[in-house]
């Protein structure tokens, strides 16, 4: 229904940026919300922000606060997280993440459970 693609990843000094393209094809027009979630070695999956497809409005993790920024371009099916003053513990393989629910809480965008569809994972490492 929905496919999701990511790109982007790669090595990146600490203090350095990246940003990952997320590609999502399919019943595109059925996507209320997408998310990037990361995964650390030894780590649980971890919400990383979400953007709403129609209204882009986002939320972000504490720890990314202010150093990431998620944001869309309709247009193109895609969902960017552009990665600002990286740091190792940013080390991780980076998913994005879609669904046609409708989110009125944090608790609820931002688990791993509410959330449909997923791209295989970019990886993304940052040296110290």
């Known amino acids: 229904q929905v496919q999701l693609a990511e790109s982007g990843g790669g090595l990146v000094q600490a203090g350095g940026s990246l940003r990952l393209s997320c590609l999502a094809s399919?019943?595109?027009?059925?996507?209320?919300?997408v998310g990037w979630f990361r995964q650390a070695p030894g780590k649980e999956r971890e919400f990383v922000a979400r953007?709403?497809?129609?209204?882009?409005?986002?939320h972000y993790a504490n720890s990314v606060q202010g150093r990431f920024t998620i944001s869309r371009d309709n247009a193109k099916n895609t969902v960017y997280l552009q990665m600002n003053s990286l740091k190792p513990e940013d080390t991780a393989v980076y998913y994005c993440?879609?669904?046609?629910?409708?989110?009125?809480?944090?608790?609820?965008?931002?688990?791993?459970?509410?959330?449909?569809?997923w791209g295989q994972g970019t990886q993304v490492t940052v040296s110290s």
């Open positions: 993440a879609a669904n046609n629910r409708l989110f009125t809480t944090v608790q609820a965008m931002s688990a791993r459970t509410n959330y449909d569809y």
């Open positions: 953007i709403s497809w129609s209204g882009g409005v986002t």
């Open positions: 399919g019943r595109t027009i059925s996507t209320y919300n």
